[in-house]
Nanobody, 112 residues
């Protein structure tokens, strides 16, 4: 059974940084496409960033140049480094494996 556990969310001021982590268990992590999505109140869930098993990455337009996705296959963990955060980045951030499995989400709030 695949299990994804996110951590690292919190309250940060505009311009600040956070690093989210997603620990995965239950399957062969190194082969999985891992992604981060987010959902703000009243909005649809949107793709933030994705990374393949080989390390190829893609990003949503609104976060390019500010967010970086990475993975550590030895630790079965995927990360999302978020820099220069803006109030519009406020959302619940979810980890996803292969477009199928979801974590419980972690809240990120950007506010002064």
């Amino acid at each position: 059974q695949v299990r994804l556990v996110e951590s690292g969310g919190g309250l940060v001021q505009p311009g600040g940084s956070l690093r989210l982590s997603c620990a995965a268990s239950g399957s062969i992590f190194s082969l999985a496409v891992m992604s981060w999505y987010r959902q703000a109140p009243g909005k649809q869930r949107e793709l933030v960033a994705g990374i393949t098993g080989g390390g190829s990455t893609n990003y949503g337009t609104s976060v390019k140049g500010r967010f970086t996705i990475s993975r550590d296959n030895a630790k079965n963990t995927v990360y999302l480094q978020m820099n220069n955060l803006k109030p519009e980045d406020t959302a619940v951030y979810y980890c996803n494996r292969n477009g199928i499995h979801w974590g419980q989400g972690t809240q990120v709030t950007v506010s002064s």
